[in-house]
């Protein structure tokens, strides 16, 4: 099991950016997608972002494309998501997945059907 920390949250205005981190503790063999996920208040988890490393692949919802971007650092284990323009509706629990076994929108929610390990997330907030 990969165990992954998220950081980089907080209290930002709209129009803002943040930079949210993902400190994991390795890769599993032959699994390479990684990605971010959130949760906003009586909303279900939806996946946000992903990234195929093998490939370089990537998947954005439709919410955050143009906005957000994935990138890692697999030298450090660590994976990134700048979010750029952010707006209110973008608050929410962000949490990171480390084992994703594709990426698209359909393997983020399949990811987010059957997992039941995910890390403390971290709160972002975007005031109007």
């Known amino acids: 099991e990969v165990q992954v920390v998220e950081s980089g949250g907080g209290l930002v205005q709209a129009g803002g950016s943040l930079r949210l981190s993902c400190a994991h503790s390795?890769?599993?063999?032959?699994?390479?997608?990684i990605g971010w996920f959130r949760q906003a208040p009586g909303r279900e988890r939806e996946g946000v972002s992903c990234?195929?490393?093998?490939?370089?692949?990537?998947y954005y919802s439709d919410s955050v494309k143009g906005r957000f971007t994935i990138s890692s650092d697999d030298a450090k284990n660590i994976f990134y998501l700048q979010m750029n323009s952010l707006r209110p509706e973008d608050t929410a629990v962000y949490y990171c997945?480390?084992?994703?076994?594709?990426?698209?929108?359909?393997?983020?929610?399949?990811?987010?059907?059957?997992?039941?390990?995910w890390g403390q997330g971290t709160q972002v907030t975007v005031s109007s």
């Open positions: 997945a480390a084992d994703l076994p594709y990426c698209s929108g359909h393997g983020m929610n399949a990811y987010r059907n059957e997992n039941d390990h």
């Open positions: 990234l195929d490393e093998s490939n370089g692949r990537t």
């Open positions: 390795g890769r599993l063999f032959d699994v390479d997608a």
